[in-house]
């Protein structure tokens, strides 16, 4: 299931296998709103064939609809509730049994050169005997235009997601993106989205119609201290949660796409992550990573 953005629900192409759902799901489309309902639980991915099961301590269900916006030429307009339930959650305030519910609205589209891709959402529920409120806001903002031959976006990418001020107040504050994309950031997929202020300026080189180059770099800041760093897969990295300073990364990441034809498409990228004071005083360290990778779609 792909939803938006994939800020919460997503595939996970690259750098893992992709994440699968069994359940029942039902859509369609009425007076041009699309319409999704769905009951869930994510798949376990085993080496055999034929052989994966279900993973019984998750599970995701929800309605996710898309509207065209009349008034705002080029926009659409999502809105949706995802209820989530994970008896073995893991946070910086504790483990326990975690039952989340989300509601959100997604507002995108382009026009004249403008692209936009805004979020806002809100949780709550209960972990463990603590009550949930958490909250996260992202969005993506580019400019194209010509240069020559060349078509040029530069954009700008900013998220915030809500941290646990007090991991001893009854309440946890920390969002769960559930089930992001895990190149959330860049395609290295180190960091994710729970306790995270964001920013990333980024310039797109197009040349051609079939080749993009795009050069990006991050700056990464914990929205609390009180509360952890996470990985991209959601987890608390041990020994930051209570250490000062709230700057956790530098990211540079090079991102090269080439369509070959109407098959095949090529993708190059680098990536380096240079840790802040609080990740190195917690056993972290700087990070170089590379990939490449071919698709060829039928």
């Known amino acids: 299931m792909v939803y938006g953005s994939q800020r919460l629900v997503a595939i996970r192409d690259a750098p893992n296998v992709r994440l699968n759902f069994d359940g029942v799901r039902l859509g369609g489309t009425i007076a041009g709103v699309r319409v999704d309902a769905f009951v869930t639980r994510p798949v376990l ?3 055999g064939v034929f052989d994966d099961t279900q993973d019984t301590t998750r599970a995701l269900w929800g309605l996710y609809t898309t509207t065209p916006l009349g008034f705002v030429p080029g926009g659409k307009l999502d809105v949706y509730y995802f209820g989530f339930e994970n008896t073995q959650a893991r946070f910086a305030a504790g483990t326990g049994e975690e039952r989340r519910q989300t509601i959100g609205t997604r507002f995108f589209g382009a026009r004249a050169g403008w692209d936009w891709d805004w979020e806002a959402l809100g949780q709550f529920g209960t972990f463990a005997a603590q009550d949930i409120q958490a909250w996260g806001v992202s969005t993506d903002t580019g400019y194209t235009f010509n240069a020559g031959d060349w078509k040029v976006r530069v954009g700008l990418k ?14 946890l504050g920390t969002l769960n993106a559930m089930f992001p994309k895990l190149a959330y950031f860049n395609q290295a997929a180190l960091l994710g989205p729970s306790n995270v202020v964001d920013l990333q300026p980024a310039l797109s080189l197009m040349p051609t119609d079939k080749l993009k180059i795009t050069v990006g770099y991050d700056f990464l800041w914990r929205a609390t201290t009180a509360d952890a760093i996470y990985t991209g897969t959601g987890a608390p990295i041990t020994g930051t949660a209570g250490q000062p300073g709230r700057f956790t990364a530098g990211q540079l990441s090079v991102d090269l796409v080439w369509q070959l034809d109407r098959h095949i498409q090529a993708e190059l990228g680098y990536v380096h992550l240079e840790a802040a004071k609080v990740l190195k005083a917690a056993g972290g360290h700087d990070v170089d990573f590379a990939y490449a990778s071919a698709t060829y779609r039928f």
């Not at 900013?158 to 309440?171: E, I, K, V, Y």
Request: proline share 0%; hydrophobic share 10%.
């Open 45 to 47: 991915q085993r080496d």
């Open 158 to 171: 900013a998220d915030t997601g809500s941290g646990d001020r007090n991991l001893n107040d009854g309440t």
